[in-house]
């Protein structure tokens, strides 16, 4: 499925993979106490975020983003075909969506100049490579695809100790084929995309920009799951190697766009997703912003 912003000189498209209840709220937030969750249900449910089992409801998702000069694929979400037996709903997918998706928005593999990850779980590289005669292939064949170094280094340390499924054949099949670009924290593509550091989730987790001059859109990837960390930004997840780090740094990222009007395409948000950030009670939300 796929849904588009322009905003503008930038045209983004939202690609949704899957969608709907992920893990209980106090397993994916350790520090979420009973009673938060009691005041914040109603909003929570009426948003989408919540399930009637207290599942806090996560998307799984892309965004294509179109500048005067590059088309730029952010994440790239589950895939099809990969080991991942501690996730059934991602083990040995078979599904089209994706690829419907990336059709509904006019835009074949061919296509896309530039794979930006802004971490390396494997909901956000899966789509990286598919199989063809056995082996893994970059899914997209002309396209750059941008690994932060810090973040690199972690994961390929990681593997040496013990197998990383999704670094082995998501990440390294792409640095084989030559395809990669393992690059600083700070690192620009020409004069409307560039990487800004927002490490806690992973070491060298980057969060993506977009825009000449001025942060007109920006995909923030883990650096928040749900609304829940917008209005209480020091609940960090489980997922997160750094909690203390996370929540300093999704603050930070929260006061930084607040009532701007910089476009805030989140990664794991319930529907619609895309919105801006504002100031609500003792804390923040993420208005959505309508298609169109």
């Known amino acids: 499925m796929s849904h588009a912003w322009t905003i503008g000189d930038l045209t983004i498209h939202r690609i949704v993979e899957q969608e709907g209840g992920f893990l209980d709220a106090f397993d994916m937030l350790p520090d979420l106490s009973a009673e938060t969750l009691s005041v914040e249900r109603d909003w929570l449910t009426a948003a989408g975020a919540l399930t009637a089992d207290d599942r806090l409801s996560l998307a799984f998702q892309s965004y294509v983003v179109r500048t005067p000069h590059h088309v730029v694929l952010v994440d790239s979400c589950i895939g099809n075909g990969k080991h991942r037996p501690t996730r059934p709903d991602w083990h040995g997918k078979s599904d089209s969506r994706f690829m419907d998706g990336l059709a509904a928005a006019d835009l074949s593999v061919a296509e896309v100049d530039f794979v930006m990850c802004t971490h390396?779980?494997?909901?956000?590289?899966?789509?990286n490579t598919r199989q063809e005669n056995g082996r893994w292939v970059p899914t997209f064949p002309k396209a750059r695809y941008i690994f932060e170094a810090r973040e690199f280094e972690h994961w390929r340390?990681?593997?040496?100790?013990?197998?990383?499924?999704?670094?082995?054949?998501?990440?390294?099949?792409?640095?084989?084929a030559g395809r990669a670009d393992i690059v600083a924290g700070d690192h620009a593509i020409g004069d409307h995309i560039r990487l800004m550091p927002t490490p806690g989730h992973t070491p060298g987790h980057v969060s993506i920009v977009f825009g000449k001059g001025r942060d007109v859109a920006v995909a923030p990837g883990d650096l928040i799951h749900s609304p829940l960390q917008?209005?209480?930004?020091?609940?960090?997840?489980?997922?997160?190697?750094?909690?203390?780090?996370?929540?300093r740094t999704r603050r930070a990222f929260l006061e930084r766009y607040c009532d701007t009007e910089t476009l805030c395409c989140m990664a794991h948000f319930p529907s619609p997703s895309v919105g801006r950030i504002r100031s609500w009670r003792e804390g923040f939300r993420?208005?959505?912003?309508?298609?169109g």
């Open 120 to 127: 390396l779980h494997a909901d956000h590289v899966g789509w």
């Open 157 to 176: 340390a990681a593997d040496e100790r013990a197998p990383v499924f999704p670094f082995q054949d998501s990440v390294l099949p792409v640095v084989a």
């Open 230 to 247: 917008a209005l209480h930004p020091q609940l960090s997840t489980r997922f997160d190697v750094d909690k203390a780090e996370a929540a």
């Open 286 to 291: 993420c208005a959505p912003v309508g298609e």
